[in-house]
């Protein structure tokens, strides 16, 4: 093996201090006290490597290995740095701690490589904080503009443009953190696989080939707060009942639609919020997915129906709040078919398979051809403490993802 699994498990270990969880788990939002930590620790390391270490204009945190011919397109390899609240240990380091091992090695072999190798750490990817979800891949394909910083905002109120300033970036050179497609040869990311498959089949990678389509938007629903003793229920406008609705029609509108579609309400806020006093505001949010653009339409166009039969019958108002939409990808085959020869090569199983979650390298696709390699989740479990990844299991991904940069870079 090329890589080193004690470097690789110190790395995540390292990586798992930096956390502001109240209780369980890793919370690791972006532009916080843990961002700060996990971000210096990344950077010591990449500057002890001598590489070119910087920050784009989104707040991701690159460290650049010239090639022997500058001008050649960059091999960017990675993933995301933020978590979800009370998420694990694996997702989304896992693919950081790829990228700077992968480093290591390239420098400690002193592999002379003709394309230029960047790793990346990319920022706020769950939207955990801001809501805004694969936005350092989106900056980096330019689909981010200032007022988004200004739009979206975290629970306290403060938007991303205001923690950018508090951080030490300037939200106004956002448009800076986008690169031209012809500068990028490929975006290969690591992930942890978040489900079941390859620990019970007992494979060693999984080569992904497809990811699904992502449309996440916020439902605001306005009644009318009255007494909830002295309102009789003809004469109600109660906002709770009336998302009540929508929601438990999701699992129907969802299993009609294209095979492998999924709809999930994650966030549900009733205001004003007391016993007595009938729901006059409710937002929730809707997570629509599916290898199928028509599908997630059709979903959309359901819900949004029932929310105007639900206004014209009870007089409720409504607003729809579009936070995300990114089309299905197919990973790029000449990626794929360099991960399939290395497979190969270095005696690793694999499995082709479709992305449920979504990641960078989808967003990454829309101007370079993307890659991404998933290793087992035990249990198949994710977004919670019991996430885990044995080290073993993770090394060969790296392993793979290693032998293949230098395919790719040559
Ligand atoms: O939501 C997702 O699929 C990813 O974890 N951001
Ligand atoms: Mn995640
Ligand atoms: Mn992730």
Redesign the pocket.
Known sequence: MYTNLNRIRADIEMLSTFNDSDGEGLTRFSLTKADRGARNYLKNALEKLDLKVYEDAAGSLIGRLEGSEPLAPTILIGSHFDS?RN?GHF??PAGVVMALEIMRVLKAKDIKLRHSVEFVAMIE??GGRFGAGVFGSRAMTGQVTYEDLVKHKDEAGISMAEAFEAFGFDPKKIGEAARKPESIKAFIELHIE?GPVLEHEKIDVGIVESIVGIREFRVIIKGRPDHAGTTPMTLRKDALCAAAEVISALPKYASRAEEGTVATVGVLEVKPGAANIIPGKVEFTVDIRSRHASAIQIVQDEIEKKLNDLANLNGIQFEIEMLLSVKPVAIDAEVIKCFKGQADQNQFSYKMMNSG?GHDAMIMASIAPSGLIFVPSKDGR??CKEEWTDYDALQKGIELICHSIIELGR
Request: proline share 0%; no cysteine; hydrophobic share 20%.
């Open positions: 979800v998420g997702d989304g990817e769950e978040q979650a994710s977004h």
